[in-house]
């Protein structure tokens, strides 16, 4: 079985040499990364040839692909868009099926960008209503209306077996499970709410 070389190890700079013990140094005073290792670790760069990038590429190529092969399936079946799909399922997530314009920015998992153009597409097609916002004067609520929910169920069922098929039956339960955590692991910001296919508004 094959190995990587292990780093060179070098002497830490956090625990002080013998008989220098309660003198800080000028360069632990100066570079924080002596005094927090963290620090230190969140400013390491990889070099382009770090064999850890080709995971990451992995993750990427992965991602495109599928969300590309997803959108093309929506297109195919004329339903609608994937960011209109994504915008409507935050909405059926979502109190009362209603989110301000600051909370849908926050919940798409696609992109922010063009999210107001986009929006205002929806309502335009009769699938959000713009509501006030009784608490703020000059605030609005983006609403899902009926037709959008009727969209949103419509276009589930092309989504979601696309979802099957170029994920769920690639995988075990246990490979599953295995991607969840480290998907967890790596979010900044991890979503608190159960699976797409239990939330309200596709049943």
């Not at 040839?49 to 991602?63: G, I, K, M, P």
């Not at 692909?65 to 195919?76: A, G, P, S």
């Not at 609005?140 to 069922?157: E, H, I, P, S, Y």
């Given at each position: ?38 620090a230190?670790?969140?400013r390491?760069?990889?070099?382009p ?15 495109t ?12 079946h004329?339903k ?37 153009r ?8 009769g699938l959000?209503?713009?509501h006030p916002?009784?608490?703020d ?24 077996a ?36 239990d ?5």
């Open positions: 079985m094959s190995s990587l070389p292990e780093p060179q190890r070098t002497p830490d700079a956090s625990v002080p040499a013998p008989g220098t013990q309660g003198a800080a140094s000028p360069a632990s005073r100066a570079d924080p990364a002596v005094v927090n290792p963290a230190s670790r969140r390491s760069t990889l070099r040839d770090d064999w850890r990038l080709s995971a990451w590429r992995s993750f990427l190529r992965t991602y692909h599928i969300v590309r092969q997803l959108e093309h399936d929506l297109q195919t004329h609608i868009a994937i960011a209109s799909y994504d915008v409507l399922v935050q909405l059926a997530e979502a109190p009362d099926h209603r989110l301000r314009m600051s909370e849908l920015a926050d919940a798409v998992l696609l992109s922010r960008s063009g999210l107001t986009l929006v205002d597409r929806l309502q335009r097609e959000v209503e713009r916002d009784p608490g004067a000059r605030g609005l609520f983006t609403v899902m209306t009926d037709k959008g929910r009727a969209a949103l169920r419509d276009a589930a069922v092309v989504h979601l696309g979802i099957s098929e170029l994920v769920v039956a690639k995988l075990t339960d246990a490979e599953l499970a295995e991607l969840q955590r480290l998907m967890t692991k790596l979010d900044l910001a991890p979503a608190a709410s159960p699976l797409i296919e939330q309200p508004g596709l049943d």
